[in-house]
């Protein structure tokens, strides 16, 4: 099996740790000059690693392999959320990338070999999976005209003209390319820690569902109007939210999730009675029977609440990612792989967090593997994984990828 160098891909994830760094972690947002800067420096080492590297019009960074044989594409991404950890994201690239250097250094790979790609705006600035669905065909110009940064409001289009990459071709997958697409990512949770486990199997991701609630009632006086005359659009709300939290609570599977990220009461002043309430929810699962019965628990209750009065309700979704599984050849050979560097030290686990690999995972056949978040923090600068856990993982990462391609 080819060998991977811990102190070249511990140097790699240190040195990606540089651009925008805050606290112990960073802060690179999608197109911010760091992460330009960063992109530039990744290209760099994918040359030296004899990939044929290029940033194309949506700011994704992919280096193609000159190998002649079977190839495997592989990576993550490198921008970060606002103010966060340093290895959400580069993680993936970095354990590509030493896959790719030591598949190349290792004779016994033969004519093997693996594509290394830094999917553009992951996190989200500027839309949802930007960079891989534009790599999968499925971002249209139109979409590019629209999006804005989700914080500055500044115009996707002038964000990749400052960064260089405007009028540049947007590179497209050859599906025929590939025996298949490899993402390690850290956990972002807690299931590996608490259980000592050390390599996470990714078995599928979760379909994510968002949904607004909307209640209209009658704006009025919180005086002088008795409480049988109200048509209270907040209280309406209240009861339908703790109704849906209850009724999921009874139908749910064992890792579904959902969560009110936001209500909001209009006017929103203590002496007036709201006449208009706002909510969104959002549920996910791996399991589509599972979101599609969550969803008709919930239109029930919006019907149900909306028959018995006062107040008018309607409810839309507003995103709707269909669960992805991923490939079981490939969680096999991570197994095999995980049973070689740290026997019993794995488990099988859905991802609850929305990755790339979902969006590959619709062309060619995919798999994901985890490593352990220090006290499952993420999305926040102290995230952190034990450089004995990353060099771990990016061993039992590189092993699954070898033998997947010599199959
Ligand atoms: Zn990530």
């Known amino acids: ?51 044929d590297a290029q940033i194309d019009g949506i700011g994704n960074v992919i280096g193609f392999t000159r190998a002649s044989g079977r190839k495997m594409l592989a990576g993550s991404h490198i921008e970060s959320q606002n103010y966060a950890g340093w290895l959400d994201g580069p993680l993936g690239v970095i354990y590509a990338l030493e896959a790719a250097r030591a598949l190349r250094e290792d004779k016994a790979t033969g004519d093997a070999g693996v594509d290394v790609v830094a999917f553009c705006d992951e996190e989200g600035h500027f839309g949802s999976f930007f960079g891989s669905r534009s790599f999968i065909g499925d971002i249209a110009e139109a979409d590019i005209d629209k999006a804005k940064d989700r914080t500055s409001g500044k115009p996707m289009r002038d964000a990749l003209k400052d960064a260089g990459y405007a009028g540049r071709p947007r590179l497209k997958i050859d599906p025929r390319r590939y025996v298949g697409y490899f993402e390690a990512h850290i956990e972002q949770g807690r299931t590996l820690e608490s259980g000592n486990l050390k390599v996470g199997v990714v078995t599928g991701l979760v379909g994510l569902w968002n949904y607004r609630i909307t209640a209209i009632g009658q704006q009025n006086h919180a005086g002088t109007t008795m409480m049988w005359e109200r048509r209270d659009a907040g209280m309406t709300m209240v009861r339908l939210l703790a109704a849906i939290d209850r009724r999921f609570g009874e139908i749910k599977a064992a890792r579904t999730v959902w969560t009110f990220g936001s209500a909001r009461f209009e006017p929103g002043e203590p002496s007036i009675i709201p006449g208009r309430a706002e909510a969104v929810l959002q549920f996910r699962d791996a399991d589509m029977a599972v979101l599609e019965r969550m969803e008709k628990a919930l239109f029930e209750l919006v019907e149900e609440t909306n028959r018995a009065g006062p107040c008018e309700l309607t409810i839309a979704n507003l995103r709707r990612s269909v669960p992805a599984a991923m490939n079981e050849g490939f ?41 352990p978040s220090i006290g499952g923090i993420s999305h926040h600068w102290s995230e952190d994984t034990s450089d004995a856990d990353i060099v771990l993982g990016a061993r039992v990462f590189c092993d699954a990828v070898a033998s997947v391609l010599k199959d």
Do not use: C
């Open 1 to 51: 099996m080819p060998s991977i160098n811990p102190d070249r891909l511990l140097g790699d994830l240190y040195k990606l740790r540089t651009f925008g760094t805050y606290k112990t972690g960073v802060h690179r947002p999608t197109f911010s000059p760091e992460d330009v800067a960063s992109r530039q420096w990744l290209t760099e080492r994918m040359t030296e690693a004899g990939l």
């Open 331 to 371: 969680q096999q050979a991570i197994e095999a792989a995980v049973a070689h560097h740290a026997p019993g030290l794995g488990i099988r686990m859905p991802s609850g967090a929305g990755h790339d690999a979902q969006v590959m995972a619709q062309v060619i056949p995919a798999a994901m593997l985890f490593v």
